[in-house]
């Protein structure tokens, strides 16, 4: 019982997981984050690979899982202080594109409240037919909604920690108990067994005795 509540929980875990993972991935590839487009994607891998585990009864596979929620959780960690400009880190970098464009979170311009405006280059001869965007109005600020995301991640990750390291105990004990009683008999077993023998060993000799 303990087992079924265990696994039927990972489970929705793991589906939370996989709609929250495809969700950020989404407007990560509309801000054009290289970065978190990867380790999203890496995250869905897993996460599927824990669910079939759990539900095929691979407690292997669950350790897979357990392994990636912690790297993930660290890696959510980074973000968080990578928003939040904790240690040294600048949001305005180029980090999560890695160096590539000069994009920045899809959240920046499109955040609730936000009012976009595209102002005119003010000199003549430029490449560019928009070199700067006007944002204003915003409710919550493009960094607080990253860092929001990331703290759910960390959240979702930590329960399925905990619920992945539960039903991997249960499965171990539970192969335990089943490779114990299929290798070692019990003692009544075991007695039945022994005076079988000894009244087969009776009869066989009764037999030669009166032929």
């Known amino acids: 019982m303990g087992c079924c509540t ?36 890496l995250h869905i891998i897993v996460v599927i690979l824990g669910l079939f585990g ?27 202080c990578f928003y939040l400009e904790v240690g040294g880190l600048s949001k305005d970098t180029d980090l999560m594109t890695f160096n590539i464009s000069v994009h920045r979170s899809w959240w920046r311009e499109h955040g609730p409240g936000c ?6 280059p003010s000199a003549h001869g430029m490449m560019d037919d928009y070199t700067y965007v006007s944002v204003t109005g915003c409710i919550v600020d493009f960094q607080y909604l990253e860092v ?20 991997i105990s249960i499965s171990m004990e539970e192969e335990d108990t089943w490779c114990t009683s ?15 023998a000894f009244t087969h060993d009776g009869r066989q000799s009764g037999r030669r005795h009166i032929t």
């Open 6 to 41: 265990g696994r039927c929980s990972l489970i929705c875990l793991c589906a939370l997981q996989l709609v929250s993972a495809l969700e950020r991935q989404i407007f990560d590839f509309l801000g054009f984050q290289w970065a978190p487009i990867l380790g999203n994607f």
């Open 54 to 80: 759990t539900i095929q009864y691979r407690p292997r596979y669950i350790m897979v899982y357990t392994v990636w929620t912690a790297l993930w959780v660290t890696w959510n960690v980074f973000i968080i």
């Open 115 to 120: 009012v976009r405006r595209v102002l005119p």
């Open 148 to 167: 929001i995301h990331s703290a759910v991640q960390i959240l979702l990750s930590l329960v399925g920690f905990v619920y992945a390291c539960y039903v």
């Open 182 to 196: 299929n290798m070692v008999p019990a003692p009544a077993q075991l007695l039945e067994r022994t005076q079988e």
